[in-house]
Structure formats: C-alpha cells, structure tokens
C-alpha cells in the first residue's frame, strides 16, 4: 500500500529502509540523516497520512503485498494461531524463531487456505516456509505451539511476507518513470 502526499510531493511508501532509495527518491532515503529533523519529518508524513485516509474522494490502491515482523510471548501450555490475507499468485514466505525460554523449542505449523498442513507441526528453535506462488487465495493459519511446555513461557519471532511480483515490478518501473521526468 503506498500513498501520495500532496503536500511534499512525495511518495511515501511502507517498506524496508534499504529499498527507501529505490522506491521513495532520495529524500527518503535521507530520512536517517536528519538528526533534530526526524520529528518534523515524522509529524509531515502523518499529516500526509491524515490527509490522505480523510478526503472523501480516496479510493484504496491494489495491495503490493503484505511484510511484517513482531517478537511475541508464548505461555506456557499455549498456542497462538495467526491468520493473514494473501492474494491469488503471491509469494509466501513465513519464518519463526524462538528467542529465549525454556528449552529453546516451540511447535510451528503453516495452514494452506484450503485447510492442508503445508508445513506440519514440528518441535524446532526455528523454521521456515516458502511458497512462489499460491494457487489459491485465502487466510493462511500460521500457528505457535507452546503446549508441550509445562512451565516455560517463549518469547518467539515471527515474520510473514507476501508480494505479487508482476504488481512490485510494474509498480518500481512507475516510480523510476516519474523520477525520470
């Protein structure tokens, strides 16, 4: 999802710093060397936001995809089950990692939408998943499984992505053709 800020003339994008140069120009890019300026940066760009998500005319862009990353605590006996949209013809990937407690292990289990284990449950520090391109759309059921555990919490990392590629590329090809004029 990006948006375009009137205001700054900028587009401001949500993704990964080291692609800030590519995708944003470099303003963005910039964006670590301002120092004392980082909160006026800050405060420009959800003022953007705002104006943005309020007009009456905004009209929703297709999805380039979906990244996230989030450190979570597991108790222990307990499982944690988390479901994510992906498109028809994205890329899947999903990695978890224990990072502390216990014996270093939880279970880990990926849920096709079409209700298949395709990475079953297994008792690891860590795992990951890759699919180039799902067939179907639909939730996918990514699951944390601390039940084997008695007494030990897990405080756990989990990172998803999904992007359509054909949508990523056509999309850089936009920006560096506005960039160009």
């Not at 028809?88 to 298949?116: C, E, I, K, M, T």
Request: net charge negative.
């Amino acid at each position: 999802m990006f948006l375009r800020c009137p205001l700054a003339q900028l587009v401001c994008v949500l993704a990964p710093r080291s692609e800030w140069r590519v995708l944003c120009g470099e303003a963005a890019a910039n964006f670590n060397k301002m120092g004392t300026n980082r909160l006026l940066a800050t405060v420009l760009l959800f003022t953007c936001v705002a104006i943005e998500i309020s007009a009456d005319s905004y009209v929703s862009e297709p999805s380039l995809g979906v990244s996230f990353e989030f450190k979570l605590h597991v108790d222990a006996g307990k499982e944690e089950c988390f479901y994510q949209n992906v498109e028809p013809g994205a890329s899947v990937y999903v990695a978890y990692q224990v990072l502390r407690g216990g014996d270093g292990q939880a279970g880990f289990a990926v849920r096709h939408p079409n209700g298949n284990h395709v990475l079953p449950y297994q008792w690891r520090p860590s795992a990951e998943y890759e699919e180039a391109a799902s067939t179907t759309g639909g939730f996918y059921e990514l699951c944390i499984d601390n039940s084997m555990s008695h007494f030990a919490a897990k405080l756990v990392s989990l990172y998803f992505n999904s992007f359509k590629r054909d949508k990523w590329e056509s999309y850089v090809q936009e920006l560096e053709a506005l960039g160009s004029q």
